[in-house]
C-alpha cells in the first residue's frame, strides 16, 4: 500500500469518528449546562403565606410553612417561596436536612423568612438564593451551616442588631467545608453597643470557604472574622463597610487560621478597631500563609491609632500585607444604603470583574 493511501484512509477513519462524537460532544457541553441553569430556574414544589401544609404543594395548591417545603424535597428538588413573609412556628427555626436542594423566591418576586435557618451535617449541596433572611426572632446565628458544599446567593441577610448573622462551622456539630458566599447583603448584624462577639460572618471551623462580591456593612463587630479555625478562604471582590471592625485573622490554642487570602476588596471605615487585623494571643502559634493583597483600605476611625497603614496591622506575624492601595473609595451615599462607586473613585479598579450587589435588590 503507498504512505498516501495509508494517510487517507486514516484520515477518512478520523473524520468519521469525529463526526460520530461531535453530537454526543454537542449534548456534554451544550445542552448539560442548559439543563443545569434550567433546573435552577424549575419550581419542584411552592409555599406561600396564604397556603396550607395539607395543600399538594402545587403554585396554585401551595404548603404554608417552609419547613414543611422543604421537608417535602427531594435531592435535586427546588422548593419556591411565593411573595410574602414566612415565620416558623414555635421556635423560628428551620432545619434543612435533605442534601442538594434548592430554597429561593419564586421567580420575579421576592419572599421574606423571619426565622434563623439551619443547614446541620449531612444537608450538604444545599442551596438558598434570592431570600431576605430575617433571623431575629431567633437568639442564635440567623443562618447556619455545619454541611459541605452549601451556597448562599442573591442573599438579604440581617438580624437587625441581634446576633451572629452567618456561623461557617463548629467544633462540636461539624466542620463546613467549600461553603460559597456570593452576592449577598449581610448587615446589622449583631448587638449594639458593640460586644466583640457578633459578626456578620464568622468563619469558626470551615475549610475552603469562598467569600465572594459580597455586601457586608453596619455589623455590630467584625464585618468577616476568621477564628478561630478558617483554612483556606477567599475572600474576593467584596465591598465591606462601617462595621466594627472589618476582617480578622486570629486563633485559639492548637488552632491558628492558616492559608487565607483577602484580595480585591474595598475596606473601609470602621467604627470600633481595624479595618484588617492579626491577632494571635490565644494561639499557640501564628497561622501561616495569610494575605491581604491588592485591596482598597480607608480608615477613618476617630482614634488615629486604628487609622495607620489604612486600617491594618501590618507587620504582625502570620500576616502578608502587599501590594494595597490607601484611598477614600467615594461611595454614592453610603448612610443610604447606597454602595456604588463614584465614576471618580479611585478604587473602582480594585473590584475588577467582581459586581457586588451595591444598591440593593
Known amino acids: 500500500m503507498k504512505p498516501e493511501s495509508a494517510y487517507r484512509r486514516a484520515k477518512l477513519g478520523s473524520a468519521l469518528l469525529a463526526a460520530t462524537m461531535l453530537p454526543l460532544l454537542t449534548v456534554f457541553w451544550v445542552a448539560s449546562p442548559q439543563r ?22 402545587s403554585r ?29 412556628e414555635p421556635d423560628a427555626l428551620i432545619r434543612i436536612k435533605t442534601p442538594d436542594i434548592t430554597l429561593r423566591s419564586a421567580p420575579e418576586t ?28 431567633n437568639p442564635l446565628p440567623s443562618v447556619t451551616v455545619t454541611a459541605k458544599g452549601v451556597r448562599l446567593i442573591n442573599n438579604d441577610i440581617t438580624n437587625h442588631n441581634s446576633t451572629i448573622c452567618l456561623s461557617i462551622g463548629n467544633p462540636r456539630w461539624g466542620t463546613a467545608a ?11 448584624c449583631g448587638k449594639l453597643p458593640p460586644t466583640n462577639h457578633h459578626h456578620g460572618i464568622y468563619i469558626g471551623h470551615a475549610t475552603n470557604t469562598k467569600v465572594i462580591a459580597n455586601l457586608i456593612y453596619k455589623n ?17 471582590g467584596n465591598v465591606i463597610d462601617a462595621n466594627g471592625e472589618g476582617i480578622l485573622f486570629s486563633g485559639l490554642r492548637e488552632h491558628s487560621s492558616s492559608e487565607n487570602l483577602v484580595k480585591n476588596n474595598v475596606i473601609s471605615n470602621s467604627t470600633v478597631r481595624w479595618n484588617v487585623a492579626a491577632n494571635w494571643r490565644r494561639a499557640d502559634a501564628p497561622g501561616t500563609n495569610n494575605r491581604l493583597s491588592k485591596n482598597c483600605l480607608w480608615a477613618s476611625n476617630p482614634n488615629p491609632y486604628y487609622r495607620k497603614d489604612g486600617g491594618v496591622t501590618s507587620g504582625r506575624p502570620g500576616l502578608e500585607v502587599r501590594g494595597n492601595h490607601i484611598a477614600n473609595p ?32
Open 330 to 361: 467615594l461611595y454614592v451615599d453610603a448612610e443610604a444604603g447606597d454602595y456604588r462607586l463614584r465614576e471618580e473613585s479611585p478604587c473602582r479598579g480594585i473590584l475588577g470583574m467582581w459586581r457586588p450587589p451595591l444598591k440593593g435588590y
Open 110 to 137: 421576592r419572599a421574606e423568612i423571619e426565622a434563623r435557618v439551619y443547614l446541620p451535617r449531612g444537608s450538604n449541596g444545599v442551596t438558598l438564593r434570592n431570600l431576605n433572611i430575617d433571623g431575629s426572632p
Open 178 to 188: 467549600n461553603t460559597l458566599i456570593k452576592h449577598n447583603r449581610i448587615h446589622h
Open 60 to 88: 396554585d395548591d401551595p404548603f404554608r410553612s417552609v419547613q414543611h417545603l422543604v421537608d417535602a424535597l427531594a435531592p435535586q428538588q427546588t422548593g419556591c417561596l411565593l411573595k410574602g413573609t414566612y415565620t416558623q
Open 220 to 236: 455590630a463587630d467584625r464585618a468577616i472574622q476568621l477564628y478561630p479555625n478558617a483554612q483556606g478562604s477567599t475572600i474576593q
Open 36 to 57: 443545569s441553569a434550567e433546573a435552577g430556574n424549575t419550581c419542584t414544589l411552592y409555599a406561600s403565606p396564604e397556603g396550607s401544609d395539607t395543600a399538594s404543594g
